[in-house]
């Protein structure tokens, strides 16, 4: 022991003997943290006075400085790294070590007391070098268990360990941390794949400095797949052949899954994720389909949920192959047969002018597919457009035909007036039901005329016009000749729309003129009524 602890000692051991109070707690209680390499006072809680000696030990036994009588006595461990303030007995000490580390206990005697304090000095080593090692480059949802080591320099070390933004818990279960000194080791079993979605970093501590990682840390977490789906999952019953229609396959993975498509658990060749039906265009049968998604590095391979359709061909083209000559009512028959090319016939269906067409009649008979009608024997009602509609489920085709049954002319009838006035215009309208239409031929009293349209025009009148008129309608395919006739008056101006014009007039003349008599009546009478002036 040096002389200065050992007189320091002795100094302790005769307190008792100086028959003076003693008094504590003259320092903090600490611990006091300083740096190494830095700057510490060891400050006491006097106020500044004239102290007798100031002793200052290290641990309860190593003496540090002691202050006598104006006189500073430092041990040879401080020289050159310390200073004493005579006045309050605080202690400074610079270019601190790690072994400066410890119990201090400073002892103040003056005229009136011995007063007396420790505290703890803890020099700490400045926090550096964080860094994060794993012990694996890469790890495998539910599979892996990942070992984090956190290392950083420096003393008292306490970590942190953060996810992002968020910290990481340790629940002592599945994710456990085993701590020292200079490092943090964090255990991750089973690891999930939200457990280090990262970046990763660890954050060391101790009571005077901080320090995280400068680079975050990343680890993949492979997994997957999940949620295999195909899309639509829900398709139509039929697809029609050669459409756009595709299936869809999807799963959550990381790296991204491989998939393979299965018909009726048949695998197709095809490595895509998507379906078309180009791929598949064999199959035409009702089938399930069904994709599997593999993940190349958790190898793990799940299969979708199977979807069901049928591939049908659509109807390509629809004909209606009928009668191409004439067709008489009455005596002709009509079949028309209905041919659709590409694809499954499901259902044939017949109209007649955009209307159902179905068995009304004896006359109208459908085969038992439907495929053809026979209508015998044609009637004129039977003229008109027939459609022959084929469907699938998938697809739609329309064929027409124009039906012409020729007819007639029926009893034809002539439009006109009874009787008109020389010089009136007159119109004789023929009208008769017939396919094709038929040619007129006008006849006056019985002798044929220039006019053979359907409509005979008298430009004015005479009395000469005046007689029977008849139309004869014909047909040229039917050779069927019909007539009707119709007797035209010719009568006088004036005789059948009312009074003539000097008539009218000859009436107003007589209205005025009456009226004008009474007027003069009416005028005179009055007069007749006044009484003669009295000449008195």
Known sequence: MDPLSLKSLLLLLLLPLLGCCVEQGILPEGPVSALVGGNVTLKTTITSQNLDVITWIFNNLNGVATFVGGNLRVTAAYTGRVSLNPTDGSLTLSALKPGDSGDYTVTVITSDATLVGETKLQVVEPVSNVDIKSNVPDAIEYNSTVILT????????????????????????????????????????????????????????????????????????????????????????????????????????????????????????????????????????????????????????????????????????????????????????????????????????????????GPSSPRVVFAADESSVLISPLQKDDNGRFTCRVSNAVSSKEAHYNMQVVYGPEQPTITARKAVEVNQQVELTCSAASVPPANYIWKLNGTATTTTAAVFIIASATYKDAGTYTCEAHNIITSKTTSTSHNLSVQGEGTLDGLSDGAIAGIVIAVIIAVALVVVGVWHYCRQKVPATSPY
């Open 150 to 357: 956190c290392s950083a320099i420096g003393s008292s070390l306490s970590f942190k360990w953060i996810n992002g933004s968020v910290p990481i818990v340790v629940d002592g279960t599945r994710i456990t941390e085993i701590k020292t000194n200079s490092s943090s080791v964090l255990t991750i079993k089973n690891v999930l794949r939200t457990d280090l979605v990262g970046p990763i970093y660890c954050t060391a501590s101790n009571s005077l400095t901080t320090k995280s990682t400068t680079t975050p840390f990343n680890l993949t977490v492979y997994y997957g797949p999940d949620d295999v789906t195909i899309t639509p999952a829900n398709p139509p019953k039929f697809i029609q052949a050669g459409s756009t229609f595709n299936l869809t396959c999807s799963a959550s993975s990381l790296p991204p899954a491989s998939f393979t498509w299965y018909y009726n658990g048949m695998r197709i060749e095809t490595s895509s994720s998507v379906l078309t039906l180009d791929m598949i265009k064999g199959y035409t049968e009702a089938a399930n389909y069904t994709c599997r998604a593999e993940n190349p590095k958790s190898k793990r391979s799940v299969p979708s949920p199977a979807v069901s359709f049928t591939i049908m061909e659509g109807i390509s083209s629809v004909e209606i192959i009928g009668p191409t000559g004439d067709l008489i009512a009455s005596n002709s028959t009509a079949n028309l047969s209905c041919q659709a090319t590409g694809g499954t016939v499901g259902k044939v269906d017949w109209l007649k002018d955009g209307k159902p067409l």
